[in-house]
C-alpha cells in the first residue's frame, strides 16, 4: 500500500517519468541494437503512466488504477 502510494504522489511520478526517459535514451541512443529497442520500447510504460498518473502496479494491491483514486484512498 506505501508503495502505492508513494508511485502516486508528485515524487512517484516525477521518478516514473524520468526513469521512462531514461530507458528510452539508453535503449535507442547508447545500445543501438535490437536489445535496445527492446529497452527503449518498455521504457515507455513508466513514461506514459507518470504523465497519465496511473500505478499499473497497484491493482496486485487491491487499490485503484488511477493516481487520484489512490491519493484519495482510506484504508478500508
Given at each position: 500500500?506505501k508503495?502505492?502510494?508513494?508511485?502516486a504522489?508528485?515524487?512517484?511520478?516525477v521518478l516514473r517519468v524520468?526513469?521512462?526517459?531514461?530507458?528510452?535514451?539508453y535503449g535507442?541512443?547508447?545500445?543501438?541494437?535490437?536489445?535496445?529497442?527492446?529497452i527503449?520500447?518498455?521504457?515507455?510504460?513508466?513514461l506514459?503512466?507518470?504523465?497519465?498518473d496511473v500505478?499499473?502496479f497497484?491493482?496486485l494491491?487491491?487499490?485503484?488504477l488511477a493516481?487520484?483514486a489512490?491519493r484519495a484512498?482510506k484504508?478500508p
Amino acid at each position: 500500500m506505501k508503495f502505492s502510494q508513494f508511485m502516486a504522489s508528485g515524487l512517484g511520478r516525477v521518478l516514473r517519468v524520468v526513469a521512462g526517459i531514461a530507458l528510452i535514451y539508453y535503449g535507442l541512443f547508447v545500445l543501438k541494437n535490437m536489445t535496445g529497442y527492446a529497452i527503449g520500447a518498455i521504457g515507455v510504460a513508466p513514461l506514459l503512466a507518470g504523465v497519465f498518473d496511473v500505478c499499473v502496479f497497484a491493482p496486485l494491491f487491491k487499490m485503484p488504477l488511477a493516481g487520484g483514486a489512490i491519493r484519495a484512498y482510506k484504508k478500508p
